[in-house]
């Protein structure tokens, strides 16, 4: 089993239409989640954090439900600029010493047309 | 502040060949990443390290070896490149600031192995 995974779509949705991502990752020490975003043929770039109590940064909310091991990332009238792939990503524990080990889901793969 | 750069950018290699891609940070981040991303893969995490003079296996090491001599750089070394390692490479850095800090990462290596 892949330690984060994502439905990699693509999602297709009209401007203005609100989507959501859902991520799930298996190990139970994890400590820390992220959405990236990358477009095509470049570097992922930091969307967000993702914090326990869930967070909101303009038009997109990500939340955490620990006991289920599942993220989420809405994104709420979306523009065609949101075109993109948009990863999930978890910290977990490396070597049982340090929160270091950075892991990506494969990617959901989102079109937003006019 | 050039933040994280790879090089080279673009490479071809024949079957057998080695070649060691390099990954330069100017941000004294602890910790560095080499991932691989194929397509409809995500970003693949092959080895990290957690700080200089440490380094661990990631979800595919098997073909690659790393060093981090000095905490700056991390390089990724092909001993006997093989065709299934055609990908695009890409490097991070990150500070972990309580498990919360943000990766940067470098523009890419696209390898090509005929």
């Known amino acids: 089993r892949k330690e984060v995974e994502q439905d990699p779509g693509p999602f297709n949705v009209p401007e203005g239409a609100t989507v959501a991502f859902n991520c799930t990752y298996s190990?139970?020490?994890?400590?820390?989640f992220f959405w990236y975003r990358q477009d095509c043929r470049k570097e992922p770039k930091l969307l967000m954090s993702?914090?326990?109590s869930g967070n909101e940064d303009g038009r997109f909310t990500a939340q955490l439900n620990r006991a289920s091991q599942y993220i989420s990332l809405l994104i709420r009238d979306s523009k065609l600029s949101d075109s993109a792939t948009y990863l999930c990503?978890?910290?977990?524990?490396?070597?049982?010493?340090?929160?270091?080990?950075?892991?990506f889901g494969q990617g959901t793969i989102l079109t937003v047309h006019p | 502040n050039a933040g994280v750069t790879q090089t080279p950018k673009f490479r071809v290699l024949k079957t057998g060949q080695s070649m060691t891609l390099l990954c330069a940070q100017d941000?004294?981040?602890?910790?560095m990443y080499w991932y691989r991303q194929d397509p409809g893969m995500g970003l693949r995490l092959i080895h990290y390290?957690?700080?200089?003079?440490?380094?661990a296996k990631g979800e595919v090491p098997d073909g690659y070896n790393v060093s981090r001599l000095k905490k700056q750089n991390f390089l990724l070394g092909l001993e006997s490149a093989a065709p299934s390692q055609t990908s695009v490479y890409f490097c991070?850095?990150?500070?972990?600031?309580?498990?919360?800090?943000?990766?940067?990462f470098g523009q890419g290596t696209r390898l090509t192995v005929v």
């Open positions: 390290s957690v700080g200089e003079g440490t380094t």
């Open positions: 991070a850095s990150r500070q972990d600031v309580l498990g919360m800090g943000k990766a940067f």
């Open positions: 190990n139970s020490a994890s400590q820390s």
């Open positions: 990503v978890v910290n977990s524990l490396s070597g049982g010493t340090s929160y270091g080990k950075l892991t």
């Open positions: 993702v914090y326990s």
């Open positions: 941000m004294n981040h602890e910790y």
